[in-house]
């Protein structure tokens, strides 16, 4: 499956973006779908993750409450609402996908988008 992220920019702390994933891929509703973030010189981060049919979702410790995923499985997009940014949330984002339960280890993902930087300023 193919997946192409997009909608990030640089924003101000306390502003909100909305990043869309979408995927190529016709079953996109078998597909447990994460998103990961990435800052310079640290370590790829999980941020989220939504099972195929929504249903069940997670979210890292330092995202609750602030981030919500979702998903249309019509669309074949995945999208993470990110509000009440902080400078610390600066990264890229990466999109992710992977066939079977869902997990918070990048390893464990198969499938990856290209990225999309998130800047926020103090």
């Known amino acids: 499956v193919q997946l192409q992220a997009s909608g990030g920019g640089l924003v101000q702390a306390g502003d909100s973006l909305r990043l869309s994933c979408a995927a190529s891929?016709?079953?996109?509703?078998?597909?447990?779908m994460a998103w990961f973030r990435q800052a310079p010189g640290k370590e790829r981060e999980f941020v989220g993750t939504?099972?195929?049919?929504?249903?069940?979702?997670y979210y890292a410790d330092s995202v609750k409450g602030r981030f919500t995923i979702s998903r249309d499985n019509a669309k074949n997009t995945v999208y993470l609402q990110m509000n009440s940014l902080k400078p610390e949330d600066t990264a890229v984002y990466y999109c992710?996908?992977?066939?079977?339960?869902?997990?918070?280890?990048?390893?464990?993902?198969?499938?990856w988008g290209q990225g999309t930087q998130v800047t926020v300023s103090s």
């Open positions: 939504i099972s195929g049919n929504g249903g069940w979702i």
């Open positions: 891929e016709r079953t996109f509703s078998s597909y447990n």
């Open positions: 992710a996908a992977r066939v079977g339960y869902t997990r918070t280890y990048a390893g464990d993902y198969e499938y």
